[in-house]
């Protein structure tokens, strides 16, 4: 069971602040760019996360890191691993 654990890889992400406005958690926005099925024209999707940030080190603009987690709340499923920008 543990050796499974190890082996796991994570996903990482990188993503703008958005939000710093609770304790120890920031909201990351992501954006990607998708091309339609059929009409094979481009469009933006945007997706919200919370991040855990223990030191609370995050300020809005800041470009981040952040890697899958455990569960750390209902919402928080994700932690900071470095400050990009």
């Not at 339609?36 to 809005?60: A, G, L, P, T």
């Not at 890191?65 to 569960?71: S, V, W």
Request: hydrophobic share 35%.
């Amino acid at each position: 069971m543990t050796e499974n654990i190890k082996n796991k890889t994570f996903r990482k992400f990188k993503g703008v602040v958005v939000s710093t406005k609770m304790n120890k958690t920031a909201v990351v926005l992501i954006e990607n760019t998708e091309a339609h099925k059929v009409y094979k024209k481009r469009y933006s999707v945007s997706q919200k996360f919370k991040i855990h940030d223990e030191k609370n080190e995050c300020k809005v603009g800041d470009k981040v890191l952040m890697q899958e987690c455990r569960p750390i709340s209902k919402d928080k499923k994700w932690r900071l691993i470095e400050i990009i920008k």
